[in-house]
């Protein structure tokens, strides 16, 4: 069973920074890629950043300059930086993985259950 664990979100004001960590376990033999959703009240889930296998990475236009993903394999960990944040950002943020694991013949979604990210004006 892979799991995956958020963690670092909070109540921050405009301007401010937070770090979110995603813990990722279980019987895990490949991870295709990692990403950071977010989904704001009323609002379809969306796409903030990624982080494929060979360490390339895609950002939402919205967060390009202000966002960074990162991932540290000996941890098994995915981080999302997230610096000069904007009320527009509150929303409670998702970990997912493509991931290749024992209990599937194929790569298959997993999501965390999700840490709220609230900035305040």
């Known amino acids: 069973q892979v799991q995956l664990v958020e963690s670092g979100g909070g109540l921050v004001q405009a301007g401010g920074s937070l770090r979110l960590s995603c813990a990722y376990s279980?019987?895990?033999?490949?991870?295709?890629?990692m990403g950071w959703y977010r989904q704001a009240p009323g609002k379809q889930r969306e796409l903030v950043a990624a982080i494929r296998s060979g360490g390339s990475t895609n950002y939402a236009d919205s967060v390009k300059g202000r966002f960074t993903i990162s991932r540290d394999n000996a941890k098994k960990t995915v981080y999302l930086q997230m610096n000069s944040l904007k009320p527009e950002d509150t929303a409670v943020y998702y970990c997912?993985?493509?991931?290749?694991?024992?209990?599937?013949?194929?790569?298959?979604?997993?999501w965390g259950q999700g840490t709220q990210v609230t900035v305040s004006s």
């Open positions: 279980g019987s895990i033999f490949s991870i295709n890629v």
């Open positions: 997912n993985a493509d991931v290749l694991s024992a209990s599937s013949w194929s790569y298959k979604d997993y």
